[in-house]
């Protein structure tokens, strides 16, 4: 749809003699503007656009007359109590004339048909940065389709089918939460190939429902529907419907209820699909059907009813305010009361309105703008990670260039054009004192802690594990309780490892008697000789034995504290080996590790302050000093604990044998903890502020962005 216009449009310029307007025009009942003024709505059948005007300028057309202007001006002043002055007429046929609404000839309307012919289709550079951003395919022209199948679709908008699809949307619900574990596990049947088919075919046949809504909905109120196609965002493709005779309508509830059909399809499909799911069969179809109960409506109501683009949600805001032409017409309100707060000029509002709606606007246009400097910011990271490099890194600076830089380069440029009427007040005090402070937060070096992640345990710890399988014999420790270096904390037995050893002793007993035996019965050498051979390798295979058994004693390395032993462990219980048995931790001294980005590592030294922060907010903060600080980067977090794959704050990925390897280079930094300091009895989280030179925020990023460009330079 057009943009909407008011009978004041900007424009200018005098005419010295009026233009004859259009003969295939049409003049339709719009819905009243948000003041409660009647308006009109001009249609352009040959372009299929709209625009809307106010009571002046329906009087104006209405009354036309190029042959006797001051007829004309007479018949305005009666119907509207006014006649129209020279400025709002001239203003009133440029907008006609910007617009193609008359009929003229010669080289003048030439030129200006080649000047918009040349606007509309920018050099190939110009549409090669937005094209990609959106780009809109029409594949169908449905009306005649849709008049055919209207009649069958008709009964689908009676209360009765409201009522029984509420209903079922209940029970299927109170259904599901009976079984609510199994509701969820359904997801993982899209793992596989026919589950892959079946979420896409749910999401495509939602989407299909949810513009045929759209366009059902437009035909039941009387309007054409001149295409639905396919449009992408960011390459992603999006199914649309075009209802711009929507803008036929002169009742504002009709409107909405065309903007909203989609949403509401979605949602009754989504009721069905929740009924369903409780009697499908486990499958494809059931995974679909949880799909469309779950995902798709979400999503859907997440984009569409988003305002602040134009789906469905920013024309059901537009039809709930009566402000047609939302955008363009809460950008204008939004800058001005932008220049007014900043500067004070004293300008008039781009447009009469209530100070409500105005409010609303001023609201609306900067959530918008901070939404499309958040949007466009993501979308230029996006392109840049997911495009060749040398082509992301072009994209991704020719986006923000032209998105985010060009228009904040176009309102400054305002803002210099009005330099002469900035004056001394308390509106300019306050701006200048705002930019100063920001300023000078900027640049101005304050900054001189570095807050990284870091873990805080004992200096000395050790696992305990059981070496071999056996059964446990005896806990001479209780947990929490101190023990020696040396001491016995799990004592194992193995049966089979206590026979083993007694068949070895009689095999060694035996082999020792025969021996004696034969050495005194004068047997021959070399047969006594063979038997020795023997003895030793049993004697051999004796001490293996005994050795394995000593092993089941399972002493502690060191002094401390038994922790973490599993509370199952009781004698008689089978353990298999490498099973922890607990860990012995010595809590009188405490280490720290952290982690420094590369963008830091210049700012801070060994010797300087830390504080540690636990996670645990019921664990006191420990002082420390910077031990050391090593200069070559971690290959992999040798404290799975802070990596993201963990859930830790350190940005992560799992290699091939599951180590977590962090995504940006970070160097170890390893913390003593003043003496003194009780050390956790295993390991945990915590922040580490370190002592640094003071930097600037402005500082610290231009070194990222650096560091990130010759990190990138190479291709």
Not at 139 to 145: I, S, T
Not at 171 to 189: K, M, P, W
Not at 322 to 341: K, P, T
Not at 409 to 421: G, K, S
Request: hydrophobic share 55%; net charge positive; charged share 20%.
């Amino acid at each position: 749809m057009s943009a909407a216009v008011g009978s004041g449009a900007a424009g200018g310029g005098e005419s010295a003699a009026l233009p004859a307007l259009r003969d295939d025009l049409a003049l339709l009942p719009a819905p009243h503007d948000a003041d409660g003024a009647p308006a009109w709505t001009i249609w352009d059948p040959v372009r299929n656009r709209y625009f809307r005007i106010g009571r002046v300028a329906r009087a104006l057309m209405a009354a036309w007359n190029p042959r006797d202007p001051g007829a004309m001006a007479r018949a305005v002043a009666a119907e509207t109590g006014a006649a129209p002055d020279g400025r709002q007429l001239a203003d009133f046929v440029a907008f006609l004339r910007l617009n193609e609404l008359v009929a003229e000839s010669g080289p003048e309307h030439r030129a200006r048909l080649a000047r918009r012919a040349a606007a509309e289709h920018p050099p190939f550079w110009k549409r090669a940065m937005t094209r990609y951003l959106f780009a809109r395919i029409p594949l169908v022209r449905p009306d005649a389709f849709l008049d055919a199948t209207e009649p069958l679709v008709r009964p689908l908008y009676s209360r009765a089918v409201a009522i029984a699809v509420v209903l079922a949307g209940v029970v299927g619900v109170l259904l599901a939460s009976r079984q609510i574990d199994a509701f969820f596990a359904t997801f993982a049947y899209f793992h596989s190939p026919a589950g892959i088919a079946w979420f896409a075919l749910g999401l495509i046949g939602a989407k299909v429902l949810h513009e045929l809504a759209h366009a059902y909905t437009a035909k039941r109120y009387g309007c054409r529907v001149h295409g639905m196609g396919v449009a992408f965002l960011v390459l992603w493709p999006v199914l649309y419907t075009d209802v711009t005779d929507a803008w036929k309508l002169a009742d504002r509830r009709r409107r909405l209820a065309i903007g909203a059909a989609g949403m509401i399809a979605e949602l009754g499909l989504a009721a069905l699909a929740t009924l369903a799911w409780s009697f499908l069969p486990d499958g494809p179809a059931r995974s679909a059907a949880f799909l469309i109960a779950t995902v798709t409506w979400v999503m859907t109501l997440a984009v569409n009813l988003n305002p602040l683009m134009k789906f469905d949600g920013y024309y059901l805001l537009a039809d709930l305010l009566g402000v047609d032409n939302l955008q363009a017409r809460g950008f204008a309100v939004g800058r001005w009361r932008l220049r007014e707060a900043l500067f004070g000029f004293g300008e008039p509002p781009p447009e009469p309105m209530s100070p409500r709606l105005r409010r609303i606007l001023v609201v609306y246009a900067w959530s918008a703008w901070l939404w499309r400097l958040v949007l466009f910011v993501t979308i230029a990271l996006l392109v840049y990670h997911f495009v060749v490099k040398v082509v992301g890194i072009l994209l991704a600076v020719v986006e923000l260039a032209w998105f985010v830089a060009r228009p904040v380069r176009d309102e400054l440029a305002q803002w210099w054009a009005r330099r002469d009427r900035i004056r001394p007040t308390r509106n300019l005090a306050l701006t200048l004192l705002v930019l100063a402070g920001g300023l000078a937060v900027l640049v101005v070096p304050w900054q001189d802690r570095i807050a990284v992640p870091a873990v805080v345990e004992a200096a000395g710890a050790s696992a305990l594990y059981a070496p071999v399988p056996g059964r446990i014999a005896a806990l001479p420790v209780a947990r929490g309780e101190r023990v020696a270096a040396g001491a016995p904390v799990v004592v194992l037995e193995s049966p089979d490892l206590v026979a083993e050893i007694a068949l070895a002793r009689r095999r060694a007993l035996l082999l020792a008697r025969l021996i004696e035996r034969r050495a005194a019965g004068a047997q021959a050498p070399d047969t006594v000789g063979v038997l020795e051979s023997e003895l030793a390798a049993e004697r051999a295979t004796l001490e293996g034995l005994e050795a394995r058994a000593a092993r089941l004693v399972v002493r502690a390395p060191i002094d401390g504290r038994l922790v973490e032993r599993d509370p199952a462990l009781r004698p008689g219980l089978w353990v298999a080996a490498d099973r922890p048995l607990g860990r012995v931790v010595d809590s009188r001294a405490a280490r720290a590790t952290a982690y420094l980005p590369e963008s830091a590592l210049d700012r801070v030294a060994v010797g300087g302050r830390a504080r540690l922060t636990p996670a645990d907010s019921t664990r006191p903060a420990i002082a420390a000093r910077i031990d050391s600080i090593e200069r070559v980067a971690v290959a992999r977090l040798d404290r799975p604990l802070l990596a993201s794959t963990e859930g830790g704050p350190i940005a992560a990925r799992a290699d091939s044998q599951g180590r977590p390897v962090p995504e940006t280079a970070l160097y170890r930094v390893v913390l003593a903890p003043e003496p003194g300091t009780q050390a956790p009895e295993r390991v945990i989280r915590a922040t580490a502020r370190l002592e640094a030179d003071p930097a600037s925020p402005a500082g610290r990023l231009a070194r990222t962005v650096a560091a990130v460009l010759i990190r990138e330079s190479g291709f």
